[in-house]
């Protein structure tokens, strides 16, 4: 039988058996309609609301904070239609690594492009450049999903509550919020929003061993967001539909799952991820790592093989019952060339010769001495 390694995790992870567990009351004894006035629908949305509170306590906010969406992509259109659309004449800002589920809907409002450093960091000085007295909203991914680039939201909304200090004595009533996509980072960051300093952010189930098709967008109170979905006015108006107590649940679950464990698994990747760099630069050591070694998420690793189509590494690691990505898996069918490499300086030449690893909790250090054991062969001359 032949060995099977998965190293995407970044792209989608297996449900937990917890999740699972979670879930399944949901598709038989308890499928009403949350909205309905009956006794069942009633102990329906009394489910519902008990899963808000929770996710709420898990974020540090409050439950009508809360927006339960069908994944990130909604999230991040939610975030950012729903702001642009309150305020059409204003300004938005996004850095030039967002996922396109943040860049596409930016591209229909008056944007800018935040730059990055080489290691895919937006840097304060950078940041302020972009930001007018007409700029409302701020997008930035807590961490980025081809590179692993770790954004220091810290230091970055603190500069932000100094421009928003600085309009209110200039008498600027335009507010200026900060959105971050952190579909990437609920498996090893903290996600309290107070601490993060957000006003919106994007939490993905498929990424922390939820279901798919499930997520959320924290908005802070008094956050107004005009509605994308219209219909029965579900989630306070902000998002019609009827809510999947299913995937509610799962989403839920996985979310305390995963930030009741970080911490552990944050160091448990750090070693394994400084083992496989090390390690495969001492095998390969024309293979570049794409990352800032300061501001970095441990489970996604990007490398680039110069010289190596990276389509046809892939294809060679799959034969060898190796799942591994080329960059976002939400992405992968197009042809041009990825905008996050580009972003950091990397030549199209060299975005084709790269491959994203992307660990997780089945991930072990013998798993990843096989890879690079691999990648060895796969690239060493042919006689």
């Known amino acids: 039988m032949k060995r099977k390694i998965y190293l995407d995790f970044a792209a989608a992870?297996?449900?937990?058996s917890q999740v699972v567990a979670a879930m399944k009351p949901y598709f038989t004894d308890l499928f009403h309609n949350p909205s309905a006035i009956y006794l069942d629908?009633?102990?329906?949305?009394?489910?519902?609301?008990?899963?808000?509170?929770?996710?709420?306590?898990?974020?540090?906010?409050?439950?009508?904070?809360?927006?339960?969406?069908?994944?990130?992509t909604e999230s991040n259109n939610l975030a950012i239609a729903g702001i642009m659309d309150r305020y059409p004449n204003a300004k938005l800002a996004v850095s030039a690594i967002e996922h396109e589920s943040v860049l596409e809907p930016a591209k229909l409002y008056n944007h800018q492009l935040i730059p990055v450093?080489?290691?895919?960091?937006?840097?304060?000085?950078?940041?302020?450049?972009?930001?007018?007295?007409?700029?409302?909203?701020?997008?930035?991914m807590m961490i980025n999903n081809e590179i692993g680039s770790l954004q220091p939201l810290k230091d970055i909304s603190a500069r932000i509550e100094q421009i928003r200090v600085q309009r209110r004595e200039a008498n600027n009533k335009l507010p200026l919020y900060l959105h971050t996509d952190a579909a990437q980072a609920g498996n090893l960051f903290d996600l309290?929003?107070?601490?993060?300093?957000?006003?919106?952010?994007?939490?993905?189930?498929?990424?922390?061993?939820?279901?798919?098709?499930?997520?959320?967008?924290?908005?802070?109170?008094?956050v107004e967001l005009k509605a994308q979905i219209l219909g029965g006015g579900q989630e306070f108006g902000r998002r019609s539909g009827t809510e999947s107590l299913a995937a509610?649940?799962?989403?839920?679950?996985?979310?305390?799952?995963?930030?009741?464990?970080?911490?552990?698994?944050?160091?448990?990747?750090?070693?394994?991820?400084?083992?496989f760099a090390t390690q495969l630069q001492k095998a390969l050591?024309?293979?570049?790592?794409?990352?800032?070694?300061?501001?970095?998420?441990?489970?996604?690793?990007?490398a680039t093989f110069p010289g190596y189509d990276n389509e046809r590494l892939l294809m060679e690691l799959d034969e060898a019952g190796i799942?591994?990505?080329?960059?976002?898996?939400?992405?992968?069918?197009?042809?041009?060339?990825s905008h996050v490499l580009a972003a950091i300086g990397l030549s199209d030449r060299e975005s084709r010769s790269?491959?994203?690893?992307?660990?997780?909790?089945?991930?072990?250090?013998?798993?990843?001495?096989?890879?690079i054991q691999k990648l060895s062969q796969i690239t060493s001359p042919r006689q």
């Open 13 to 16: 992870a297996p449900m937990d």
């Open 41 to 72: 629908g009633r102990a329906a949305n009394s489910q519902l609301q008990k899963y808000r509170k929770e996710a709420a306590q898990i974020l540090g906010a409050k439950p009508a904070e809360i927006i339960f969406t069908s994944g990130a």
């Open 117 to 140: 450093s080489p290691g895919g960091i937006v840097e304060v000085s950078q940041l302020e450049k972009k930001i007018s007295d007409n700029t409302v909203l701020i997008s930035i």
């Open 192 to 222: 309290h929003v107070s601490r993060l300093g957000v006003d919106l952010m994007t939490i993905n189930g498929g990424k922390i061993y939820g279901p798919k098709q499930s997520g959320l967008l924290y908005a802070r109170a008094g």
């Open 248 to 275: 509610i649940a799962g989403l839920v679950t996985a979310i305390k799952l995963a930030q009741n464990n970080r911490k552990i698994s944050l160091e448990k990747t750090k070693k394994l991820t400084e083992v």
């Open 285 to 302: 050591p024309e293979v570049g790592i794409n990352r800032d070694k300061k501001y970095h998420s441990p489970h996604i690793i990007s």
């Open 323 to 337: 799942a591994v990505g080329t960059g976002s898996a939400c992405s992968a069918s197009k042809e041009n060339p």
């Open 354 to 371: 790269t491959l994203r690893f992307s660990f997780g909790k089945s991930t072990t250090a013998e798993d990843l001495a096989y890879v």
